[in-house]
């Protein structure tokens, strides 16, 4: 029978394969645990004893730049981390083991799909696959919502992820020149850096940094229109 650590270690396998420019390789590894986690959700609906498991870790590892080429964008920051996911060992008996939720896990599969489709786009001239990437985001988005566990133990679980899918999708509508929607984006973003909760704490210098400058930059899209 699958078990959740399954999951979360194809999950970890496609980071290692992004940290090494394996583009094409960690979308097929994504893509399957995706396929893995629906199959065991199924599984355990129809189970009468279904698994229990302690709360998840995550762990940002950040994506290298090409070592011959800069990204295209010199105007706004990329959250270029792709998220480990280890089980908590350390959960006390009071906090755990839970029921699964699914939607924590979702999202972060699905937001590092889409940020390896993102981060392997970056250095093209054609902008004509944003759209599907921010479609990616969107559902990693919408997955994330439905996990009523990251909105109230695991607030800084919800922040981390959160943090880089509206900080690349603001970027993103930025691009496409739609600028209510990046505005849209950057004004939920800066909500949360706003917080000084443990996910923002929790964030290196230079990316809270570049996330800064991103809501600070990208706030006024009549600003960014004139420009």
């Known amino acids: 029978m699958m078990q959740i650590e399954d999951i979360l270690e194809e999950n970890n396998e496609g980071i290692e394969h992004i940290s090494h420019g394996r583009f094409a390789a ?25 698994s229990q498991y302690r709360f998840i870790i995550v762990e ?7 070592a011959d080429q800069e990204p295209q964008s010199k105007t706004h ?6 998220l ?32 390896v489709y993102h981060c392997s786009k970056e250095n093209d ?8 990437i921010i479609r990616m985001y969107k559902k990693a988005w ?23 899918i509206l900080n690349n999708m603001g ?17 939920a973003l800066k909500s949360i850096v706003s917080s000084k909760s443990a996910g923002v704490q929790a964030l290196n210098a230079d990316v809270r940094n570049g996330i800064i400058l991103n809501v600070l930059f990208l706030d006024e899209p009549t600003a960014a229109i004139a420009a």
């Open 26 to 50: 960690a979308k097929n590894t994504f893509r399957s645990a995706i396929e893995k986690l629906q199959e065991f959700y199924q599984q355990q609906k129809r189970c009468k004893d279904p």
């Open 60 to 66: 940002p590892r950040e994506i290298p730049n090409s």
């Open 77 to 82: 920051y990329i959250y270029r981390n792709a």
């Open 84 to 115: 480990l996911a280890l089980v908590d060992p350390n959960t006390s008996e009071e906090e755990g083991p839970k029921d699964l939720d699914c939607g924590g896990l979702t999202a972060i599969l699905v937001f590092n799909l889409s940020i």
């Open 125 to 132: 001239e054609s902008k004509s696959d944003y759209e599907k």
């Open 142 to 164: 919408d997955a994330l919502q439905k996990d009523s566990r990251t909105r109230t133990k695991d607030r800084s679980y919800h922040d981390t992820v959160s943090l880089g």
């Open 171 to 187: 970027a993103l509508f930025h691009d496409l020149a739609k600028y209510r929607q990046a505005q849209h984006c950057f004004k």
